[in-house]
């Protein structure tokens, strides 16, 4: 079957995105290093223990009965050559990353499920002058991944959740025409093919609700108040009452750090003080990211010889410079020097941190909280007691009303499980800005919102509604979070009543 690009008339035509699955990723992972276990029921398990819980099976396991939230053991007595292992967090980060990578070369702007690896949504529309149809999009798509030796899926079509579900159940690609055939594709799904909790999918296997279709059946307002929160955003997902935008992950730039030498280095020790210098401030970069490097290159320029490159592994991703450091110091001790260096050059690739890792990774002078407060205590001697204040939530339906000031007595001590990750800090104006007329709340192409000087807008968020005060002035608010070319992000609204646009702080 082959679609055009454009030849879908209904209003999803400019938004078609493909669901690319590689169903068990951890799993094919795994398999990867032992290609003798695909002929066997195989499992991935969160620790080498009898009593460890399955987290993914591939379909030999399934069809012995096998499931997902099952202890190792369990599975065993139904299948007694299931085969299992662990696939560490750091491989999986890793795995991702680089099907992330090969997935850009057909479409720029992909989002990769943050509750599921191996899933990724593609962004389809605006492909026509490099593929001729949709259909032969897909399927270059799948036969790049097989050629990676990955086992997926790709199906294109108009929502996230009908082309996820329909991912599950489908073979090699799947491309639908009208958003009522992938409506009803998705309403034929089996729950448990879908990535929910175990307990919640047993519960309503018992109650006899096994498809997509006889979820959708329950009442929303039940399914919350007995299931919680995240069956009823699951429910409202299915039925196309949530919708989010395509929120793609942008290819980010190398972590580098160079030093030009004004003059030859021969001496290790020297060398691996200068080395250290860099990696100190690589290692900042990569917090900055919420990541621990995976990966060092380093990189040196000889005397005479050319560049050398050595890469360098953790046994797992680290920010401890100690620990880098001596794996540099054994590779140069090991190799040796054989000209003077003249050029030093470390490139960082990074997975995901843990939180533990990044509380215990500090950038520059610790807190002095002591100072801290003595400084509070000299600004109210000088300026009055009212002079230093902190923000207090309270109850308000509008922003500017949410919040009041009370005196602050002294800096506290952040609480447990704080880290030193970087907090965005919304700064609300006293009084919102009105803003030169705009688009409409559904467009932001080309809006100079503060002017030349700071860029146009290009990505609006949003809205985020806000209504109330109709016991007073009847208010409703229709809030963005705006995007400039020069990287700022302003936080804008749309008054409905009055139709002007105002500008209510920002996000620094």
Request: proline content about 8%; overall charge positive.
């Amino acid at each position: 079957m082959r679609v055009g690009m454009g030849s879908v008339k209904t209003r999803y035509a400019v938004d078609r995105l493909a669901c690319v699955s590689v169903p068990a990723f951890p799993l094919q992972l795994l398999v990867r290093c032992h290609p003798e276990w695909a002929a066997h029921p195989t499992a991935v398990v969160a620790e080498d223990k009898p009593q460890a819980p399955i987290l993914w099976v591939n379909e030999k396991a399934r069809r012995a009965g096998v499931r997902a939230g099952q202890r190792y053991a369990a599975g065993l007595s139904l299948a007694a050559n299931l085969r299992a292992g662990v696939v560490l967090p750091a491989e999986i980060a890793e795995g991702v990353m680089s099907l992330l990578d090969q997935l850009r070369r057909f479409t720029p702007e992909i989002e990769p499920a943050a509750e599921e690896p191996g899933v990724f949504w593609l962004n389809g529309t605006g492909l026509d002058l490099l593929f001729p149809s949709l259909q032969e999009w897909a399927w270059a798509v799948h036969a790049d991944l097989k050629t990676a030796g990955f086992t997926a899926t790709v199906v294109v079509g108009f929502t996230r959740f009908g082309t996820y579900a329909a991912a599950k159940i489908r073979q090699t690609t799947v491309v639908f025409d009208e958003p009522a055939r992938e409506r009803a594709a998705a309403r034929q799904v089996p729950l448990d093919r879908l990535d929910l909790d175990p307990v919640f999918r047993d519960t309503l296997g018992k109650l006899g609700i096994k498809t997509v279709g006889a979820l959708l059946a329950l009442p929303a307002g039940g399914l919350h108040e007995r299931f919680g929160p995240m069956a009823h955003r699951l429910w409202r997902m299915a039925s196309e009452a949530l919708w989010t935008p395509l929120q793609p992950k942008p290819p980010e730039e190398p972590i580098r750090q160079t030093l030009i030498l004004d003059d030859p280095e021969t001496d290790l020790t020297r060398l691996l003080f200068l080395v250290k210098q860099l990696l100190h401030s690589l290692l900042a970069a990569l917090v900055v990211r919420g990541e621990a490097l995976a990966e060092l290159a380093l990189r040196l320029l000889l005397d005479r010889t050319g560049w050398r490159e050595e890469r360098l592994r953790p046994a797992a991703p680290a920010l401890d410079a100690v620990q880098l450091l001596d794996l540099v110091r054994l590779r140069l001790e090991a190799q040796g020097l054989p000209a003077g260096v003249l050029e030093i050059e470390l490139e960082a690739h990074g997975l995901p941190a843990t939180r533990e890792q990044l509380r215990f990774f500090t950038v520059g002078p610790k807190r002095d909280l002591a100072a801290a407060n003595r400084a509070l205590a000299r600004l109210r001697a000088e300026l009055g007691e009212g002079a230093v204040v902190r923000a207090r939530l309270a109850a308000g339906h509008l922003p500017d009303a949410s919040f009041s000031w009370e005196p602050l007595a002294e800096v506290a001590p952040p609480r447990p499980g704080q880290g030193t990750m970087r907090t965005l800090v919304r700064r609300i104006f006293s009084k919102p800005v009105p803003l030169p007329p705009g688009p409409r709340p559904t467009h932001d192409d080309g809006w100079l919102l503060l002017g030349p000087a700071h860029g146009s807008v290009t990505r609006l968020r949003g809205p985020y509604v806000i209504s109330g005060g109709w016991w007073e002035r009847a208010a409703h608010r229709e809030y963005y979070f705006a995007e400039t070319r020069r990287g700022e992000y302003l936080w804008v609204y749309y008054d409905r009543p009055r139709r002007q646009w105002f500008l209510q702080g920002r996000v620094e």
